[in-house]
């Protein structure tokens, strides 16, 4: 019964995916923001989730760069130049910063320039359609394990129950 309900909620939430996952990247984005400003008014938890998400699927802000370079208080705190340096590959800088740029003035290869809503989206949505086949698999298992408890109680009822 309960992968029933688990089917139906992933076929009803499924197009809900984006907004949640937009709901979320900005909140958390937003708290990253504060932690970074000098003040340290985000929380430790939220600059470590974005880290990980944006290390992981290789993305950078929501919708990309201009989650950053876009906000008044990462600006005025880190300048229009630069991103987290969770948003770029390879080693990190010391400032735990990552230049759009190179210092030729070219942009800067390392740089993950894809934003992470439409990244972790397409992920959630690829593994909606694995929940609901597991789901399916774990309905016919149940139904078959019915099946043969109903042949078996018909075979008692007719032949007795006899001691062995």
């Known amino acids: 019964m309960g992968e029933i309900v688990a089917i139906i909620i992933s076929l009803i939430y499924k197009g809900k995916i984006n907004d949640s996952v937009s709901e979320g990247l900005e909140s958390k984005i937003e708290s990253y923001i504060a932690y970074n400003n000098d003040n340290k008014n985000g929380d430790i938890d939220d600059k470590e989730i974005v880290d990980k998400i944006q290390e992981t699927l290789e993305c950078c802000g929501i919708h990309g760069t201009e989650s950053y370079l876009e906000d008044d208080i990462w600006v005025s705190t880190n300048n229009n130049e630069t991103v987290p340096a969770s948003c770029c590959s390879g080693e990190p800088a010391a400032n735990d910063l990552c230049s759009i ?11 993950f320039e894809e934003g ?3 990244l972790t ?5 690829d593994n909606a359609g694995l929940v609901i086949g597991i789901s399916i698999g774990f309905i016919l298992i149940q139904i078959v ?13 007719r032949d007795g129950y006899k001691e062995v």
């Open 101 to 111: 740029k190179k210092a030729n003035g070219a942009a800067n290869p390392a740089l």
């Open 116 to 118: 992470c809503l439409d």
């Open 121 to 125: 989206t397409a992920k959630l949505s």
């Open 145 to 157: 394990g019915v099946v043969l408890g109903c042949v078996l109680c018909k075979r008692i009822a």
